[in-house]
């Protein structure tokens, strides 16, 4: 799964303990993005910036561009739908929950 | 170190030793025969002779769970159970282990239900041989006492980091009373130091993430180094035993024979009954019969090699296991000594299943077990492999 992850995966004696990860935030290095069923899609003409998707979001996957919502990580969102939950635009919503494509 | 000749219960033993250690969280939920151990305890914190946090839960999952939680915060800690309270941590017993996590519990042994039984065996303890954590057996409260002090060095040595249960017999040494020695709690202070882990959820210099999801490509790279750290175990458990015996003149080893040496036919047995046994030995011996005990101190890491060599030179072996595995071989003490023997020596072993739900074990039926083996050395016959002794017929 892992992008960067090209060498030959480390023996049992290399391993941290207890499956222990030290390196902090390495899931940027991953592509975690691959479970979804349906897909987040952001309007920028909608959008009032009020930042509740970016505040819920579990995976840290609304992007944030010069302090302005910018986007989806597809890398990283699992399809949970919160942030098109929590969007209060009306009457159309700035985040709209798309069947995924296969 | 100064020593005191005092007079406890195996529950106050293992009481005074949480309070000499004084570890920064202890989380456990009430069960007989642990009980007057946790509240022996908890009466050290409430009159404020430790600070210890005592997590009050409302069950044993959450007792376990709550330590695995403090433990990966880096603090060392400490529990204590019996029976269906192992039981129901089982699955986080586990999960200690598989976080290498240093927690020391006390085991009061005691017969898991059905039907429901308060009073000791060892059923409890060997459900759980498997899980990773290192079992230390007590034949007495001293032994208790001292086992515990060593259970912290053990588990904490940064070569070892699993969990360490210190077993001892529910009733039969936690509620009986005992002169035994206790020692001055600046050298204990010393002798069990301060534990460093190496890593904590609570250092945000170096952020870790514990419990992570382990998937075919790594689990079983961390189930192997949780065998190593089994077998690196064994040097720390010599040399910590080695470190204590200064201090407390006892000597400790991974099993230990009595009047082994010269003997022609043996028990093998964990705990309390290791102590009946002596008296049996020595009245055998002034008769003239060849009669020696090997005790299990140690029982995981297994001591396979020491095992081996302290009874291949034997005509006859009884294995006595206070647990059944229900038609297995035989009991899960017989199974592993016979394994540790195979190829070894064709010495034959027989196995007793005893003591279920705390039936007497009396020097009438540890008798019955020499005049066994007495029979069987002399005719090399076996006429019943796994004998269920002390049942009603």
Redesign the interface.
Same mark, same amino acid.
């Not at chain 1, 391993?15 to 030290?22: L, S, Y």
């Not at chain 2, 598989?98 to 996590?101: Q, S």
């Not at chain 2, 490509?217 to 961390?222: A, K």
């Given at each position: 799964m892992a992008k960067t992850e090209k060498t030959k995966?480390? !023996?049992?004696r290399e391993?941290?303990? !207890? !499956?222990?990860?030290?390196e902090?935030g390495n899931a940027v290095k991953y592509n975690s993005g691959t479970w979804r069923t349906f897909k987040p899609v952001w309007f920028n003409d909608r959008c009032t910036q009020c930042y509740l998707c970016w505040i819920n979001c579990p995976d840290v996957s609304i992007l944030i561009k010069e302090g302005k919502v910018a986007g989806i990580d597809y890398e990283h969102c699992k399809g949970c739908g919160i942030c098109a939950a929590v969007c209060p635009v009306k009457p159309k919503k700035a985040i709209e929950m798309v069947k995924e494509e296969k | 170190m100064s020593k005191k000749l005092v007079a406890l219960t195996g529950n106050d033993a293992a009481a005074y030793a949480m309070k000499q250690i004084n570890p920064d969280v202890v989380a456990a939920y009430p069960i007989t025969p642990q009980t007057s151990l946790m509240e022996k305890f908890a009466q050290y914190v409430a009159d404020g002779e430790i600070d210890t946090e005592v997590v009050l839960v409302e069950s044993e999952h959450s007792a376990m769970s709550a330590c695995v939680g403090a433990s990966a915060a880096g603090a060392r800690v400490m529990t204590a159970t019996s029976s269906q309270g192992l039981a129901l941590m089982w699955e986080i017993c586990y999960i200690a282990a598989? *976080?290498?996590?240093p927690i020391v519990m006390p085991l009061v042994n005691r017969a898991l239900s059905g039907p429901i039984n308060i009073h000791c065996d060892h059923s409890d303890a060997m459900g759980v041989r498997d899980s990773g954590w290192i079992q230390l057996w007590a034949e007495n409260a001293q032994e208790v006492y001292d086992n515990l002090l060593q259970a912290i060095r053990i588990a904490e040595d940064p070569s070892v980091?699993l969990p360490v249960i210190v077993n001892y017999d529910g009733f039969i040494i936690s509620h009986a009373i005992e002169n035994m020695h206790i020692y001055d709690d600046a050298g204990i202070n010393k002798f069990v130091g301060e534990y460093k882990p190496?890593?904590t959820l609570l250092d945000p210099a170096?952020?870790?993430? @514990?419990?992570?999801f382990?998937l075919p490509? *790594? *689990? @079983?790279?961390?189930r192997?180094?949780i065998a190593?750290?089994m077998t690196k175990s064994a040097k720390v458990i010599a040399d910590v035993a080695e470190e204590f015996s200064k201090i407390c003149g006892r000597e400790y080893k991974f099993i230990e024979g009595y009047r082994l040496e010269d003997a022609e036919i043996a028990i093998v047995a964990l705990g309390s009954t290791v102590g009946t046994a002596r008296a049996v030995v020595d009245e055998l011996r002034e008769k003239g019969v060849k009669a020696g005990i090997l005790k299990i101190r140690v029982f995981r890491p297994f001591p396979e090699g020491e095992i081996a060599d302290s009874l291949k030179h034997l005509k006859a072996v009884a294995v006595l296991d206070r647990a059944d595995a229900l038609n297995a071989v035989g009991g899960p003490l017989f199974d592993e000594i016979r394994a540790a023997l195979y190829r070894k020596s064709d010495i034959p072993v027989v196995n007793y299943i005893y003591g279920l739900g705390g039936r007497d074990m009396g020097l009438g039926e540890i008798n019955h077990v020499y005049a066994d083996l007495a029979g069987i050395a002399k005719t090399g016959k076996i006429k019943e492999l796994t004998t269920y002794l002390g049942v009603r017929e």
């Open positions: 995966a480390p !023996g049992w391993v941290p303990i !207890g !499956g222990v990860n030290p902090a | 598989g *976080y290498r996590l980091l190496k890593y170096n952020p870790t993430t @514990f419990g992570g382990d490509d *790594y *689990y @079983f790279e961390h192997r180094q190593d750290a």
